[in-house]
C-alpha cells in the first residue's frame, strides 16, 4: 500500500512539473529552441559521458544556441564564437557569476577559490590577490629554476630506463604535479602517497554529476551510489594535508622571527625572498600585512586548491595529446625536433630563452589546445538578469555552457577542421589567452584563467626539452592500443590509453636527424 502511494505521489509530482514547465515556457517570451525531453529529468539523458560532442551534435540539430532542461536547471548551450564573444565581452557582467555546484562547494571551501565561486567582491578580491600576488609575470619567471629541475629531472628518469619502454602519460602526469605542488606548497609528495591520489580523485570526483544540482529532492541517490561519501573522503585528506603543511610552515616562520632572521627593514620580509616565495609562504605574508586575517586566508587557500588541481590536469593533459598527436605524424615531430636542435644546439637543458626562439614547438601547442581543448565545456557561468542573446530571451538564473571544443572545430572559421595541422598558426594572429574567441581554452573575460602563463611555459619547456633529448618510437606490439585517441570523461578530457614509447637518447654530436 505504501509502495502504491509513494507511486502515485511521484506521477502527480511529474504531471504537476511537466505541465508548469509548458506553462513557464508558453509565457516566458521567444526561448531558443530545445529538444523535447522527459519529465523531472528533462534532457539529462540526452548527454553522453563525453557531453562536449553529444552538445556537438545537438547543436547541428537546433543551431548554434539551444535551450536544455538538465532537471531543473535551464541551461542555454552556446557553440559559436560569436556568440561566446556576446556573453564573454559584450554581456561579461551579467554572466560573470557561476550557479552553485555541490561537489565543488564541498571540496574547494564553499567554491572560494578563482574557478567555481559566485562573482562578488570578495571573488574580485580574490582574483586581484592570484593575479597580482601568485600568478604574475614576475612569480611566473621566478618559478623558471623550478620548472627547469624538474624538467631535468625528467630527462634523467626516462633516459635511465633506455631502451625499455616507457609510460609517458605517467611520467608527464608526475611532472606536472612535482612543479604545481613545489610551486604552491613548497615540497612534492610521493607518486603513492595519500595525498597525490586524493588530488586524481578530487579531479575525477569535480567531473562527475551529482544529481542533486539538478533534481534536488534525489539528493538521496548521491548519498546511495556512495559519490557523497567519496567527496567526504576526499576533501577530509586533502584539508588534513593542506592543514598540516601550514601548521609546520607557521611554525618555521615563528621560530624565524623568535631568531631575527625573517624580518627585513621596516618590518617585511626581503623582496628577493619573497619573490622566490611558494604560494603558501605569499598568503602568510598577505595575512600578516591586513587586519582583517581570518576569512581572507581561508578564501586564499581556496585559490591555492584551485591552482594546483586545474594547473597540474590541464598541462599534463595538453602534454600528452601533444606527444600522440606528434607520434601520429613523425614527419612533423622530425620538423620540430631538427627546428630545437639547429637553433639550441649541444645543452644539458633548453631554457627559456631558446624556447621564444621556437616558432614551430609553439604552434604545436596552440594546435593541441585547439584540437584537444582540456576542458571542452568551460566552467559554467549563469544569468544574473534576464538578457537576450542572438535575439532570444536568456531568463535569470539560466545556466550558460560554452562548447569550446565546438566553436575549435567551426568550419566557419577553421580549415580542415578535424585535422591536427599547426601550420594553420603560422602568420596567424589568433591566440588562446581571451582575446580570439574562436580559440578559447582558457575561457575570456573575467572568467579568464589567470593561470595561462604559469601552465603554457611549463608545457613548453617539457614539450621542448623531451623532443630535444629524444627520438620516439611505437612498441610494435602495442602500436594499436597507443594510437588509439579515444577520449576519457572527465572535467578534463584525457587520453584513454597511456602513451607508452621508447626513448632513444639523441646524440647531439651526431647532428641532425637522418
Not at 455 to 477: D, I, K, R, S, T
Not at 506 to 511: H, I, K, V
Request: charged letters at 25%; hydrophobic letters at 40%; a neutral charge.
Amino acid at each position: 500500500m505504501a509502495t502504491f502511494v509513494a507511486a502515485i505521489a511521484l506521477l502527480s509530482f511529474l504531471l504537476c512539473l511537466f505541465f508548469g514547465l509548458r506553462q513557464a515556457r508558453s509565457g516566458a517570451g521567444q526561448l531558443p529552441p530545445s529538444p523535447p525531453g522527459l519529465p523531472l529529468l528533462g534532457n539529462l539523458l540526452q548527454l553522453s559521458s563525453l557531453p562536449h560532442r553529444s552538445l556537438h551534435s545537438l547543436s547541428k540539430r537546433y543551431g548554434p544556441i539551444f535551450l536544455l532542461h538538465l532537471g531543473a536547471a535551464p541551461t542555454a548551450v552556446l557553440s559559436s564564437a560569436e556568440l561566446a564573444e556576446q556573453v564573454m565581452k559584450t554581456l561579461d557582467p551579467d554572466f560573470a557569476s557561476r550557479p552553485p555546484l555541490s561537489i565543488a562547494d564541498r571540496l574547494l571551501y564553499n567554491s572560494s577559490g578563482i574557478a567555481f565561486s559566485a562573482y562578488s567582491e570578495p571573488w574580485r578580491q580574490r582574483k586581484k590577490t592570484c593575479v597580482l600576488h601568485l600568478l604574475s609575470s614576475k612569480r611566473v619567471q621566478s618559478f623558471r629554476w623550478l620548472r627547469e629541475e624538474e624538467v631535468k629531472h625528467l630527462i634523467s628518469e626516462i633516459r635511465s630506463s633506455s631502451p625499455a619502454p616507457v609510460n609517458l602519460s605517467e611520467k608527464i602526469v608526475c611532472l606536472t604535479s612535482d612543479v604545481i605542488c613545489r610551486a604552491a606548497m613548497g615540497r612534492k609528495f610521493d607518486e603513492e602517497s595519500m595525498f597525490r591520489k586524493t588530488m586524481k580523485e578530487v579531479m575525477t570526483l569535480l567531473g562527475m554529476f551529482s544529481v542533486a544540482d539538478f533534481v534536488p529532492w534525489l539528493w538521496w541517490v548521491d548519498k546511495l551510489s556512495g559519490l557523497d561519501g567519496r567527496v567526504r573522503r576526499a576533501a577530509e585528506v586533502l584539508d588534513e594535508e593542506l592543514s598540516r603543511v601550514l601548521q609546520e610552515r607557521m611554525g618555521r616562520r615563528r621560530s624565524e622571527e623568535r631568531m631575527g632572521r625573517r624580518r627585513s627593514e621596516g618590518g617585511r620580509r626581503g623582496e628577493e625572498n619573497e619573490e622566490s616565495a611558494d604560494f603558501i609562504d605569499v598568503l602568510l605574508s598577505l595575512k600578516e600585512r591586513e587586519e582583517d586575517v581570518g576569512s581572507s586566508f581561508t578564501l586564499g587557500m581556496g585559490s591555492v586548491k584551485d591552482i594546483f588541481l586545474g594547473g597540474a590536469d590541464t598541462s599534463f593533459t595538453v602534454l600528452i595529446w601533444a606527444m600522440a598527436e606528434l607520434i601520429w605524424h613523425p614527419s612533423l615531430m622530425k620538423d620540430v625536433q631538427d627546428e630545437i636542435r639547429s637553433i639550441v644546439g649541444s645543452k644539458e637543458i633548453i631554457t627559456e630563452e631558446d624556447i621564444n626562439k621556437l616558432t614551430l614547438l609553439k604552434v604545436v601547442i596552440k594546435e593541441t589546445l585547439r584540437l584537444h581543448i582540456p576542458g571542452p565545456l568551460l566552467v559554467p557561468r549563469v544569468a544574473s538578469q534576464s538578457t537576450q542573446i542572438h535575439g532570444y530571451n536568456i531568463p535569470k538564473g539560466t545556466r550558460v555552457i560554452i562548447n569550446a571544443w565546438a566553436i575549435a572545430k567551426d568550419p566557419k572559421h577553421w580549415d580542415r577542421p578535424e585535422e591536427f595541422w599547426p601550420q594553420r598558426f603560422t602568420n596567424s594572429n589568433i591566440d588562446f589567452r581571451g582575446q580570439s574567441f574562436e580559440l578559447i581554452p582558457f575561457g575570456a573575460g573575467r572568467r579568464l584563467c589567470p593561470g595561462i602563463s604559469f601552465g603554457v611555459a611549463l608545457m613548453e619547456c617539457a614539450l621542448a626539452n623531451l623532443l630535444y633529448h629524444f627520438n620516439w618510437e611505437v612498441p610494435e606490439e602495442m602500436r594499436e592500443e597507443i594510437l588509439d585517441m579515444t577520449e576519457s570523461p572527465g572535467i578534463t578530457v584525457q587520453k584513454k590509453s597511456p602513451l607508452i614509447l621508447i626513448a632513444k637518447p639523441y646524440d647531439s654530436s651526431l647532428g641532425p636527424i637522418i
